[in-house]
């Protein structure tokens, strides 16, 4: 191939007013290396930015922000086509980001879906969705996408000034240094008006000394919404957090515009299934001496242990701004109490490392509003709520101890398939209360201590049919829950997912990835020059998919392995920006001209990982947990990236390759949803594939 572009000179610049304008704009920073990176820190900054930011208030789309994070490579990946183009205007960045931050502050989109496939709160309410509602999903997609193109236009047209792995060593430094700040943002609980001031401060780098001015009143603009939208509101690592006051005491705790996500509330006004346990088990200061909350929140579930005499409480939650709050808020002040003891972490991981025997364990309400990460469909406690997971807490039990789990499942099938995970894991018939009133609760017990109970204090599991139908929240329906085979499909660790009935593709997200699929086609067509697009680089776009998916099972393998917290995502994702920035470093010190062996050696860590399944890593001890799985996980994204970065450095047309590539990722990350019918395990099937399929495209441009 013979490329297109004269190195230096900006193919969207050459001609016009607009080249004379722009050429009058000297840039503060001038050096092609130094502005790509602060492009790439910009980048994956406001990237971050938008998957933390823009769920806060649009309700319910922290269950579908992968679809912002598709939006990024897509509109990264039209950026830099669009710098083909000899006449093509796009309003700049910062206009962009005041457009999007207005319409989400201004618009206050409510994502309400009937759909129970997701199951989240809200999911089945009597009020349909409507086809408007539904549209707010590619309205987003789409807002995201057309403000990332400006921003990742110039990369277009500096990837041609500087040697191709030169300009990719400084693309992955900023992208190092963009999660870096992240990680220090959420570590800290800063505030939004931080995010949007260190993205004003990489924008104002980037623009010509000219156009600054107005681009800092744009980007004021902007801060100020933030800033104003931000007023009484908490930040943590996974949400945004509002506290209502509660009557008669106590606060409502609204995360994410979803409501009343839990509640501060004295014990007693708590729902009754807080104390069934308790009550089914009298004399707890006898009895339990020793128990396991996982998931304690703001601690309601603690509180009403500690009433009932529990002798010493470990409390685990994930989110450290709620449980902090619960601290200071609470007006039971449980976590004041000398007997309790908080842990800070993901509750699979917790039991995972614990030494302790408990004699009653509690699933507290484990129900979260937001993804473990955009690269994946996994919730907060997707791997909590596993027939493994069950499993393991059933070790952590005493001989006479107790596993008890409760929510509002508010679908029947659901108080079934958990039924039948907890019966499936303690190999009997768990015992099962449910509610009447909102949401279908329940309560699941099971363990040895239900021996312990007098003989014909429950029968087989019926319901009251004169009560089923009750609006208050009491008791409709008791006993010994029968397991049975024609149960809904388990939640296992390759298949964590909990709030599916049965292995498939729920139809909202084949709508939803097809709508943003056709969106990704008209703007491809719509901006890239037809000579552009005869250049597509179909190996490089083979690679992205793969890479995308390869992406997924390091994070999954290491969310099952250390916790799904965002401590572990962001340090995956260091990680693996690491081996890509040492696979190129590699890559231009030594010529690698056999890269056949490379391939050679990645199909066999492929296969590798295909004959060692990431549960059967489990080991006790962490270190050699840690060594393992680093070697399993990252080995392959070291090998991949020396394939990708050896392809990038004699391409031809490195502006196109690099788009080519960003495009692939973002299709391997639609791809990642077939995860729901096959689990993430075979997941390395289409990733052996796609790598093949680059081998072969490499071996015929090179013929």
């Given amino acids: 191939m013979t490329s297109s572009v004269s190195v230096g000179?900006?193919?969207?610049?050459?001609?016009?007013?607009?080249?004379?304008?722009k050429a009058q704009d000297t840039p503060f920073i001038t050096d092609a290396r130094s502005r790509i990176y602060v492009v790439s820190f910009s980048l994956l900054f406001f990237e971050l930015l938008c998957i933390r930011w823009i769920p806060s208030y649009v309700r319910y789309l922290s269950y579908f922000n992968n679809f912002i994070l598709l939006a990024s490579f897509l509109g990264m990946g039209l950026g830099i086509l669009a710098a083909?183009?000899?006449?093509?205007?796009?309003?700049?960045?910062?206009?962009?980001?005041?457009?999007?931050?207005?319409?989400?502050?201004?618009?206050?989109?409510?994502?309400?879906?009937?759909?129970?496939?997701?199951?989240?709160?809200?999911?089945?309410?009597?009020?349909?969705?409507?086809?408007?509602?539904?549209?707010?999903?590619?309205?987003?997609f789409g807002l995201v996408a057309a403000t990332f193109?400006?921003?990742?236009?110039?990369?277009?047209?500096?990837?041609?000034?500087?040697?191709?792995?030169?300009?990719?060593?400084?693309?992955?430094?900023?992208?190092?240094?963009?999660?870096?700040?992240?990680?220090?943002?959420?570590?800290?609980?800063?505030p939004p008006a931080v995010w949007f001031t260190i993205l004003g401060v990489l924008i104002t780098l980037l623009s010509g000394k000219r156009s600054a001015l107005l681009a800092g009143v744009l980007l004021l603009a902007s801060l100020g919404i933030a800033f104003a939208l931000q007023i009484g509101a908490y930040w943590s690592p996974y949400y945004k957090i509002l506290l209502h006051p509660?009557?008669?005491?106590?606060?409502?705790?609204?995360?994410?515009?979803?409501?009343?996500?839990?509640?501060?509330?004295?014990?007693?006004?708590?729902?009754?299934?807080?104390?069934?346990?308790?009550?089914?088990?009298?004399?707890?200061?006898?009895?339990?001496n020793h128990a396991l909350i996982l998931g304690a929140g703001s601690g309601s579930d603690v509180a009403t242990a500690l009433a009932y005499g529990v002798s010493s409480v470990t409390a685990v939650e994930i989110d450290p701004e709620i449980q902090a709050l619960g601290a200071q808020f609470h007006p039971n002040h449980p976590y004041s109490d000398p007997r309790v003891n908080v842990v800070i972490d993901d509750g699979r991981a917790f039991l995972r490392n614990t030494n302790q025997k408990y004699d009653l364990i509690i699933f507290a309400l484990p129900d979260s509003l937001t993804l473990t990460s955009s690269v994946a469909n996994l919730r907060l406690e997707s791997f909590l709520l596993t027939q493994d997971s069950i499993a393991s807490a059933r070790k952590a039990l005493t001989d006479n101890g107790i596993l008890v789990l409760y929510n509002y499942y508010r679908e029947q099938w659901l108080v079934d398939k958990l039924a039948g995970m907890v019966g499936g894991a303690f190999d009997q018939q768990p015992l099962v209360s449910t509610y009447g009133g909102w949401g279908r609760a329940a309560v699941i017990m099971a363990g040895p201590r239900l021996?312990?109970?007098?003989?014909?204090?429950?029968?087989?599991?019926?319901?009251?049919?004169?009560?089923?139908?009750?609006?208050?929240?009491?008791?409709?329906?008791?006993?010994?829950?029968?397991?049975?085979?024609?149960?809904?499909?388990?939640?296992?660790?390759?298949w964590p997912f909990v709030y599916l009935r049965e292995k498939g593709f729920p139809s909202i997200y084949i709508a939803g990835l097809a709508t943003i699929g056709l969106i990704s086609l008209v703007g491809i067509f719509g901006i890239a020059p037809r000579r552009t697009l005869r250049q597509f680089d179909w190996h490089?776009?083979?690679?992205?998919?793969?890479?995308?998916?390869?992406?997924?099972k390091a994070l999954i393998t290491f969310a099952l392995l250390f916790g799904s917290t965002w401590i572990v995502n962001s340090l995956v994702f260091f990680a693996i920006l690491t081996g890509v920035l040492l696979a190129v470093l590699v890559n231009a010190r030594f010529k690698v001209r056999r890269i056949w062996i490379s391939y050679v050696l990645l199909f066999a860590m492929l296969v590798l990982n295909l004959l060692v399944q990431p549960n059967s890593l489990l080991f006790q001890n962490p270190a050699l947990r840690y060594v393992v799985a680093s070697f399993l996980a990252f080995a392959p994204v070291f090998l991949a990236n020396i394939i990708f970065s050896n392809s990038f450095r004699d391409s031809e047309a490195a502006d196109v390759a690099f788009a080519s590539n960003l495009l692939g990722i973002m299709v391997?990350?639609?791809?990642?949803?077939?995860?729901?019918?096959?689990?993430?395990?075979?997941?390395?099937?289409?990733?052996?594939?796609?790598?093949?399929?680059?081998?072969?495209?490499?071996?015929?441009?090179?013929?």
């Fill in 149 to 190: 193109i400006p921003l990742a236009r110039p990369l277009g047209t500096l990837f041609t000034q500087v040697k191709p792995l030169t300009g990719y060593t400084f693309d992955i430094l900023g992208s190092l240094s963009g999660i870096a700040s992240f990680f220090v943002i959420a570590y800290f609980s800063l």
């Fill in 9 to 21: 000179q900006p193919l969207a610049e050459r001609t016009g007013i607009w080249s004379r304008l």
């Fill in 668 to 703: 391997g990350g639609m791809l990642e949803y077939f995860s729901m019918v096959t689990g993430y395990y075979l997941l390395l099937v289409p990733i052996i594939v796609f790598y093949g399929c680059a081998l072969l495209l490499y071996r015929r441009v090179r013929e």
């Fill in 451 to 494: 021996r312990s109970l007098p003989a014909g204090s429950f029968g087989a599991y019926h319901e009251d049919s004169s009560a089923v139908n009750a609006k208050d929240l009491r008791v409709i329906g008791e006993g010994y829950y029968p397991v049975t085979s024609g149960a809904p499909t388990p939640a296992t660790d390759d």
């Fill in 84 to 140: 083909r183009r000899s006449r093509f205007w796009f309003p700049p960045f910062p206009l962009m980001l005041l457009a999007l931050v207005l319409v989400v502050a201004l618009n206050r989109f409510d994502l309400r879906i009937s759909s129970t496939t997701v199951l989240y709160y809200g999911a089945g309410e009597s009020q349909a969705a409507s086809a408007e509602n539904f549209m707010v999903l590619p309205i987003i």
């Fill in 540 to 552: 490089m776009f083979f690679l992205g998919m793969a890479f995308a998916l390869l992406e997924v």
């Fill in 246 to 288: 509660a009557q008669p005491s106590g606060y409502i705790v609204d995360v994410n515009n979803a409501g009343g996500h839990q509640s501060m509330i004295p014990w007693q006004d708590k729902e009754p299934f807080y104390r069934r346990v308790y009550e089914v088990f009298p004399g707890a200061e006898k009895h339990f």
